[in-house]
């Protein structure tokens, strides 16, 4: 099938604005007795399902918040579906799931072949225009929503015959698909069947099973740890590490593929599960080196019985869940949106923080909303960090840039699918949205955001651009000061200096994905100094060793056209600071000057949407 060449998805934001539904948290849609029994009290948002419940009884739940969920980029509810270990749908009434923003669709099982969804679990593209002629169905913007630890044997009966055979993801930044087999049919991360213009914007994938998998218009994609039988289509830059049957990448950049035989540093996610006994426990994998494929078979790492956690909900007290971790509990934040006017302190080694269906910590007056110490072998995940309306220092500190620092290789402190917002659903107001001081660190998926739409209370366009570079601020997306930190699949987009300032000794980012802020009113609000604009990517000019695999830094001035932005990468110019496969890309306004440290031809608009490479930097000689 012919697809069309892909553009960002600020084509759509004017579209976006405006449609964003507002829900009120409350129960799942579930009909009763949905709620498997003797589940433990997650939170009203929190639905278990048996494999002896009805089909039809799961399918309508899920359908019900589907419906709610699909056009609610904005909204507050939060919801988890937790399927727990058996069979669910059948090849005469196959379970088919469609997954909107902030839900989790997840197995309880062990290992993802304890639960098996005969159906599918899939994103399709969302249409924004009202007129029938013209939907401007697209996936740019689907963000926000994971899928986890299950099989999924394919089955598209009922629908119609464009669909029938693959399992459509079409999803952007924020979507986690993680320890997932699929079988019996093609994996797709765009959406092929809705009206165009189908495009779609990135994403992750870990420790999975893949079939042949179709990207796409998928612009920028990183896969880790997985098996696939095979992958087709490559946009801009296509990341691989660690991954069974991917793509050689010695023709890059035709296609764009970069392919990383093991990844140098990975802890995979934690996730709840029901054990044989029926005891809910969670399962904290160990960290691992230079590594290839899945980790089912990997017995190593901890398991926690649910009551070593605080089962925090919406509505607790700062003061009470930091008592618990003080005690030596682990925090468990079940969906919702908490506000945090102090700091959640993590200050003991291997706490665990794990959010359950898109659990979000809002700053109020100013707040740090998590803090973390310098401490070894903490893990932050499913937890997505919002900024307030007065300023914040830092939304999320890993250690203190000038504290004490007792960290471990073996053990690092890991973040897995923590998203940050500056913007979006309301104002928001940071300095720095991430910050990195403790020396070994695992940033294992990542997206920084701040808002390039949203409903923050001003419209887009011109004016509204202008305000919302003054309003909707946030300076630096993430920073990391602290040596031997690792990022695989590091997305940062749109803050108003340096995106991403690394400091720290022996660095390392497998993928980067950066925009730069749509909204500088004028050149002169954009310049560093002397220089013309800040680059999306900035090594620290006393580093001495530092590796990047796969990057990449778009333009889209909409608000001044005429800006230029010098560099999209900054680094010192050092043998031991090296890129490997690194690019800009023209979105049709504004200009790259070069790609990185003046090496590399302009990104402008005589090339929109075809990237400017630079294979290595320096030179490979």
Known sequence: ?????????????????????????GMPASATGAVATGTPNLGANVT???????????????????????????????YAYLFKPGTYGTAEQPLQIRVGYYTEISGLGANPGDVVINGKVEAYNRCLGSDPANPNCIALVNFWRTLSNLTVNINGAGQDGCRQTA?????????????????????????????????????????????????????????????????????????????????????????????????????????????????????VPAAKRNTSGTSWDDKSGRTLPLSDFYVAKPGDSVTKINLA????????????????????????????????????????????????????????????????????????????????????AANPTTLNDVYFRVGGPHIGKANIALEVNSDDVLIDHTWVWRGDHGVEGFTNGVNGDTDRWRTNTGRYGAIVNGDDVTATGLFVEHFQKYNTVWNGERGTTV???????????????????????????????????????????????????????????????????????????????????????????????????????????????
């Open 325 to 408: 971790l003080a005690l030596g509990k682990n925090l468990l934040l079940t969906p919702g949106v908490y506000d945090v006017a102090r700091s959640i302190e993590v200050r003991r080694p291997n706490t665990v923080v794990l959010g359950l269906g898109h659990a979000t910590l809002t700053a109020v007056n100013g707040s740090i909303p998590l803090d973390v110490a310098g401490v070894p072998g903490v893990i932050v995940a499913g937890v997505t960090i919002d900024a307030g309306l007065k300023e914040s220092p830092v939304l999320l500190r890993v250690g203190k840039k000038h504290g004490p620092k007792f960290s471990s």
């Open 1 to 25: 099938m012919t697809r069309p060449r892909p553009i960002h998805r600020a084509a759509a934001v004017a579209v976006t604005l405006g449609l964003a539904l507002s829900v009120t948290p």
């Open 48 to 78: 278990v399902f048996d494999p002896s419940m009805p089909v039809s009884q799961i399918q309508a739940t899920l359908d019900a918040t589907y419906t709610k969920q699909v056009d609610n980029e904005m909204g507050t509810a939060r």
């Open 511 to 621: 993928l980067y994905q950066n925009e730069l802020p749509y909204d500088p009113p004028t050149q002169a609000d954009w310049m560093n100094g002397s220089v013309e604009g800040y680059a999306g990517y900035k090594v620290g000019p006393k580093v001495k060793t530092h590796r990047l695999y796969g990057g990449g830094v778009y333009v889209f001035n909409q608000n001044n056209p005429s800006i230029h932005t010098e560099n999209g990468f900054e680094v010192p110019r050092t043998p031991g600071v090296r890129l490997h496969h690194i690019m800009t890309v023209n979105l049709s306004a504004g200009i790259i000057d070069h790609v990185v440290n003046g090496v590399g031809e302009a990104a402008d608009t005589t090339k929109v949407g075809q990237p400017v490479f630079v294979t290595d930097y320096p030179a490979a000689p």
């Open 167 to 283: 399992n459509f993801w079409a999803v952007s930044q924020a979507v986690s698909l993680r320890r997932t087999q699929f079988n019996g049919g093609t994996l797709s991360l765009m959406d092929y069947c809705t009206a165009g213009p189908q495009y779609a914007s990135g994403g992750f994938i870990a420790d999975s099973k893949l079939p042949a998998t179709t990207n796409g218009s998928q612009q920028q994609w990183l896969t880790r740890n997985s098996e696939v039988q095979s992958w087709s289509n490559a946009v801009w830059n296509q990341v691989f590490a660690g991954v069974k049957g991917a793509p050689d990448d010695a023709a890059f950049p035709n296609p764009p593929y970069t392919t990383l035989d093991a990844t140098p540093v990975s802890r995979e996610k934690p996730f709840l599960f029901v054990d044989a006994k029926g005891k809910y426990q969670v399962r």
